[in-house]
């Protein structure tokens, strides 16, 4: 399992502890691995988002996933899935946290890219999410 992955399934069972539903304040709950679009529900209304882990300072670009899915919602006329970026980091040896949920990322936020040919998956099209610093947001822990 890559590291990518482990930070990941780690940040989005911290999300589901530290975090309540942004609609309803119910219990959050982690999806099955590889559910299209999303990462976590809610236990008690039709609430999912995605879910984002960061080892990092919060910042205003942020790795997205493949682009072929983002393309089809797209197309179909569907918008961004919410968003929840669970940013860690240590300052001066003290473990920080801060998660930040985003209700509505636009479309113009997300940069699609390819990977290289020597990449473990060669050409994939992936995405960044670009430009959080003027999205709006609303801080859902801090530490």
Known sequence: MSNNKKSGDIGEKEVVELVRCPNCARKLMVLPPSYP?????CSGCMFRAQVKTNLSKPRAVVFGATWDIMKKVFKA???????????KWN???VARQEIRFYPFVPKDHLMPYQLSQKAQRANLWMFRYVGLDKVPYFLCYKK
């Not at 679009?37 to 529900?41: A, E, I, R, T």
């Not at 006329?77 to 940013?87: D, K, Q, S, T, V």
């Open 37 to 41: 679009l999303y990462d976590v529900q």
């Open 91 to 93: 300052e001066k040896g």
């Open 77 to 87: 006329g569907f918008i961004m899935p919410p968003l929840i970026l669970n940013f």
